[in-house]
């Protein structure tokens, strides 16, 4: 795990605390992706809002005919563009998008998404895992989505990956974290920063991720579909960094009896 | 012929990727869009003197919103 910052603050801001994925300093802690949103006007409301620095596109065939470039109100925007391979259900399709995504955007670093499962988009972990090694062997990036499996996160930084994106829950489902123990599991079994991604429904979700060691939490839907996408984007941005604040400041231990926090000492007697 | 992002094109064999990205309306000079030819990346540097095939397959493909 990176080392919290032990720099004094006073508490009102949160202290200087980056996080470092494959060299590339991060100084937001709150990945976004762009998908979801209903108007390229939102999406730069909330990236505003958010404070992210790193957003998340997909690749897709053109449309000549569409109104207003994506790739220039990101660039507007100043953040980093994260693609990813989202849609891919082999290893194959996958490694061929990051390609395409690494010639279009001239950028090494891919988003890997394998997807096995229909209804529920979760991750084909073999598929993942040969894309991973393929795609390292090639000099990308690689940020994996995959499950909250410990075991597979071990598996896919020792092929190589900057980081690992384990789910909470299904994308889109905004069932938050299903499995926190599994999560921090992962968080103890690899020396890679570990990124939150998909299930977050709303802050105290991220709140939590970020609780369980998480060095980032990514968010799309939670934001993109809200009501008030503008403002769950700050939601979310202060829910990150309380979680991360809480986690460095250390909790206390959970017990199942009440400890006074009054002294006993000097207590009147009334009768 | 080739197909064009899945579609029947007009684009005939012989024509090269650049001068196919024209006919779709796509500057070479446009940001952010990357082509496949059969299923291999073609680098941008060689869209000028990329020569589509018959019944080639050709991807023109940008960034979209997603997670």
């Not at chain 1, 730069?44 to 958010?50: K, P, Q």
């Not at chain 1, 926190?180 to 920063?193: F, G, K, M, S, W």
């Not at chain 1, 960094?241 to 002294?263: H, V």
């Not at chain 2, 050709?58 to 919103?65: I, P, R, Y």
């Amino acid at each position: 795990m990176s080392t919290p910052s032990r720099s004094a603050h006073n508490g009102a801001a949160p202290p200087a605390d980056a996080l470092t994925i494959a060299g590339r300093e991060l100084h937001s802690r709150l990945l976004l992706g762009t998908g979801g949103f209903s108007s390229l006007e939102l999406l730069r409301d909330a990236i505003a809002a958010s404070g992210s620095e790193l957003v998340t596109v997909a690749l897709r065939r053109i449309d000549p005919d569409a109104r207003g470039s994506l790739t220039d109100v990101l660039s507007q925007c100043g953040v980093e563009l994260l693609p990813n391979t989202a849609g891919c259900h082999t290893a194959r399709d996958a490694v061929l998008t990051a390609r395409l995504a690494r010639e279009a955007f001239a950028t090494d670093w891919i988003k890997l998404e394998v997807i096995g499962d229909e209804d529920t988009l979760l991750p084909d972990a073999p598929e993942l895992l040969r894309a991973a090694e393929e795609l390292v062997d090639e000099g990308f990036v690689v940020l994996p989505y995959t499950t909250d499996d410990p075991v597979l996160a071990r598996r896919l930084v020792d092929v190589g990956c900057a980081a690992v994106m384990p789910l909470g829950s299904p994308i889109g489902s905004g069932m938050g974290i299903r499995n926190p123990y599994n999560i921090a599991l992962i968080r103890e079994a690899v020396d890679v920063p570990v990124v939150l991604d998909a299930g977050i429904g709303t802050a105290s979700d991220a709140a939590l991720a970020m609780e369980l060691g998480c060095d980032a939490v990514m968010a799309a839907s939670a934001i993109a579909r809200a009501q008030d996408p503008e403002r769950m984007a700050r939601a979310m941005r202060a829910a990150v960094q309380a979680g991360r604040l809480a986690r460095t400041a250390g909790r206390i231990p959970r017990r199942r009896y009440a400890t006074a926090s009054s002294p006993r000492e000097g207590l009147a007697e009334f009768t | 012929m080739i197909t064009l992002n899945g579609q029947a094109s007009e684009v005939p064999a012989g024509e090269t990727v650049a001068e196919a990205l024209g006919r779709l309306g796509v500057s070479p000079q446009r940001r952010g869009v990357a082509v496949a030819v059969d299923g291999e990346v073609v680098p941008r540097g060689e869209w000028e003197s990329f020569v589509l095939a018959e019944d080639a397959r050709m991807e023109v493909l940008t960034a979209m919103q997603g997670g």
